[in-house]
């Protein structure tokens, strides 16, 4: 189990918030709208697409991180904190499933077998951890319920 800082959190939460995304697709633009006879404009296309793909597979594979930090909290933080470990945990799967699914559609017409397979890895192992903080926080959660009994996760 790994301990985070909170200047980790703090270093997540700028990876995930900056403009890369808006910047790359600009660019990709840029490339498409080149004259279709220009010789350098189909490798601008594709240079493009690697960068447009790069941006949502670098917020793919940080995913995995956001979860282990919401499970931390939810393993040494408040009984009251365990709501927001969990609700973060939600969130990361979903920033996860939405890059993987931009990742996805930008190599729709553009075969690029090595993102593809980081994406996929990055997919998997965000399934996964998802899984297991979900049950983790979840039982902890019942558990400070007085009275009620365990929930079948």
């Known amino acids: 189990m790994k301990m985070f800082l909170p200047a980790e959190g ?5 990876t995930l918030s900056r403009s890369a995304d808006t910047d790359a697709f600009d660019r990709l633009l840029e490339a498409i709208r080149m004259p279709k006879d220009d010789p350098a404009r189909e490798k601008a296309i594709d240079d493009a697409t690697v960068g ?3 941006v949502p597979l670098g917020v793919l ?3 995995p991180e956001l979860i282990e930090l919401c499970r ?3 393993r040494i933080g408040l009984q009251a904190s ?3 470990a ?3 945990v939600q969130m990361a799967r979903a920033e996860a ?3 993987y699914q931009n990742v996805c559609i930008n190599l729709a017409n553009f075969h690029h077998a090595g993102l593809l397979a980081r994406a996929d890895a990055a997919w998997l192992k965000t399934q996964q951890l998802h899984a ?4 983790e926080i979840l039982v902890k959660l019942r558990e400070g319920v007085t009275g009620m009994g365990m929930l079948n996760v």
């Not at 703090?10 to 700028?14: D, E, K, Q, T, W």
């Open 10 to 14: 703090s270093v997540l939460r700028a």
């Open 52 to 54: 447009a793909t790069e």
């Open 61 to 63: 594979e940080t995913c």
């Open 72 to 74: 931390e909290v939810g």
């Open 82 to 84: 365990l709501s927001d």
């Open 86 to 88: 969990g609700v973060g």
């Open 97 to 99: 499933a939405g890059a």
């Open 132 to 135: 297991i903080a979900e049950k």
